[in-house]
């Protein structure tokens, strides 16, 4: 049975849970105070890797089905959506957590032979992942909604409560402003900062997410970061942070040092030791996806579909 819903959030949890009560027949209105691309999820480098969930079982099938949906997708340019190798990398000496294979699509994993090894790495790790430029596919995703008859409204939600009256459910997709919304202290921003090299290289994606390095080649720029700083709800850049993030990505890809600056940005990401993800009455919880809202964002909006009786 149809049900008229009211989706709060439209960062990519938001607008992916919206797709999916869409697909199942529901009436969907989105409410947020802004929509792409002033948004966080924008600032995304946006590929799909398990990041700081894989303590949470329920994240290998959310993974698995965003994976798919990603994969797809991308055989429609317009989506912004391309399928990529991912490299891996882990330092002599440095803990290497294993678990997050678990969480990768088991027929693209390979091991990296010494001589494949980015500068300064003893183990790797390449697997094909989708890379999704942010700046194509949200209006893309946004676009679709609209076809299919959701309403957008840009306005700020301060009480959950208050949408009770005039919808039969609520999802709350709200992030960062889950902090108010829900009382819920347990989510916390956690800032990511990026230098924007000039595109065209390299042609893979790098991560090594203990030191945390990574490299991301977008067709608007190359994505070098990053920080992970909990607790810090400013969303500015700091020079001497960006200093040490292209020095660290020079040291593993020396050509990047002729790479034309072009910009840089930070954003906050909206982190809970676990994940969200619940019903409570009218009020369904999806929100503390942290760096891993886009390899979430599908896995998570059919499991929200799930709770909705029909």
């Not at 909990?230 to 040092?257: F, H, T």
């Not at 790479?259 to 954003?267: D, E, V």
């Amino acid at each position: 049975m149809s049900k008229k819903i009211a989706v709060v959030g439209a960062g990519i949890s938001g607008l992916s849970t919206a797709y999916m009560l869409l697909q199942a027949g529901h009436t969907v209105t989105v409410f947020a105070k802004a929509f792409s691309p002033n948004i966080t999820s924008n600032k995304a480098a946006a590929f799909w890797f398990p990041y700081h969930v894989r303590n949470d079982i329920r994240a290998v099938e959310w993974c698995r089905k965003s994976y798919a949906f990603f994969k797809e997708k991308s055989n429609d340019t317009a989506t912004g959506i391309r399928m990529i190798d991912i490299v891996k990398a882990c330092k002599h000496g440095v803990a290497d957590e294993t678990n997050w294979v678990d969480y990768m699509p088991p027929t693209t994993l390979t091991t990296l032979q010494d001589h494949e090894l980015p500068n300064g790495y003893d183990k790797g790790y390449k697997a094909l992942v989708p890379l999704i430029e942010t700046q194509l596919f949200l209006p893309w995703l946004m676009e679709r909604l609209r076809e299919q008859g959701a309403a957008l409204v840009e306005k700020e939600i301060s009480s959950l409560h208050t949408l009770q009256e005039t919808f039969d459910i609520v999802v709350n997709c709200s992030a960062l402003g889950a902090r108010t919304l829900c009382n819920d202290d347990t989510v916390i921003p956690v800032r990511g900062q990026v230098a924007l090299l000039e595109p065209g290289y390299p042609d893979y994606i790098f991560i090594d997410n203990q030191t945390p390095s990574y490299i991301v080649p977008r067709k608007d720029a190359t994505i070098v970061g990053g920080t992970y700083e909990e607790g810090v709800d400013d969303a500015v850049v700091d020079e001497n942070d960006l200093q040490q993030i292209l020095s660290k990505a020079y040291a593993i890809l020396p050509a990047l040092k002729n790479r034309k600056i072009i910009g840089s940005w930070a954003g906050l990401r909206p982190y809970r030791k676990e994940v969200r993800l619940e019903r409570d009455g009218n009020i369904i919880h999806n929100y503390g996806h942290g760096g891993s809202g886009f390899t979430l964002s599908f896995g998570c909006a059919e499991a929200v579909a799930a709770l909705i009786p029909h």
